[in-house]
């Protein structure tokens, strides 16, 4: 967007403000007069705003992402009624009533909003009752005021891990063993976590489309003997009347499955007896030989 794109955008919010507003007659009088100095300074008039702009909504996202810490310093009276109110909070949690816990730790963060536990704890009060994403911004908020904290990267960890957003649960779980190398919690919730991305795959090794269980599927797609095995196979008078049969359509939908099954086993009988290393080759790569001697090791 250009500059008379965005002060565009500004006059026509101050012209909905003064149809919509509800606002002083001096104020008005000042909203026309700056209106009108905008108008004139960058030549441009509301009806030149981009139309799939909206200003205050650019504004109300990215207010989203802002973490605002108070800078008021609260006094050691409010310190000390803060703490009482966390307490209090701590026992509705252990009551599981969560929703009175949420509104006394949001009371604590109002006297004293420069303590990363009141966030942290709100945090985990949000987790119970699945609400991740203001459990993400309330961890956000404490590592903000506190960058070594590790509790709250663990929480953070969890909420992410909630939402299915494996590689930001991993990277806060690494943060929070930075911190607590020690923690059996965080290293077991990290495992998990690149469990889960290694499903995905989108594991730290860089497994693409074409790599499936750590076999390179385009190097053994080109492999020569492999495929002038699955030529003498398929030429077999036998496999193609079983694909024959598979193909024609003439067979049921359980038909159909059974014979896809037996062109299968047909297939990998087959290939056993062409070349049974190769076979055992595959079968190693695919962690499928329960009692191979040297499986590939795992990350």
Do not use: W
């Not at 077991?188 to 860089?206: D, R, Y």
């Not at 492999?223 to 398929?234: E, F, K, Y």
Request: glycine share 6%.
């Amino acid at each position: 967007m250009t500059v008379k794109g965005l002060v565009a955008s500004i006059i026509k919010f101050l012209t909905k403000q003064l149809e919509d507003g509800d606002i002083t007659d001096d104020s008005r009088e000042s909203l026309e007069v700056a209106i009108q100095c905008l108008e004139s300074a960058y030549n441009v008039q509301a009806s030149n705003a981009p139309a799939n702009f909206d200003l205050m909504s650019a504004y109300e996202t990215a207010m989203e992402n802002v973490i605002p810490i108070p800078s008021k310093e609260a006094t050691v009276e409010e310190k000390l009624e803060a703490e009482t109110l966390k307490t209090e909070g701590n026992n509705l949690m252990k009551e599981n009533k969560i929703h009175e816990a949420i509104m006394t730790y949001g009371r604590a963060i109002e006297l004293d909003g420069r303590n990363a536990v009141y966030y942290c704890n709100r945090a985990a009060a949000y987790s119970k009752i699945n609400n991740h994403r203001r459990a993400i911004k309330d961890c956000q908020t404490a590592l903000a005021i506190d960058p070594s904290y590790s509790k709250a990267y663990g929480r953070l960890g969890l909420a992410y891990s909630s939402l299915n957003q494996h590689k930001e649960a991993k990277e806060s779980y690494q943060k929070a063993l930075e911190m607590e190398p020690d923690n059996e919690s965080y290293k077991n919730n990290l495992q998990l976590a690149e469990e889960k991305l290694a499903q995905q795959g989108v594991s730290n090794m860089g497994l693409g489309a074409n790599n499936v269980a750590g076999v390179n599927m385009s190097s053994l797609l080109s492999n020569p003997t492999l495929l002038n095995m699955a030529r003498q196979v398929m030429t077999d008078p036998g496999m193609q009347d079983v694909m024959n049969e598979l193909m024609s359509g003439n067979a049921g939908q359980g038909g159909r499955m059974e014979a896809l099954i037996e062109a299968g086993q047909q297939l990998a009988q087959q290939m056993q007896t062409v070349n049974p290393e190769l076979i055992e080759s595959l079968r190693r790569q695919m962690g499928g030989n329960q009692n191979d001697p040297d499986p590939p090791q795992q990350n």
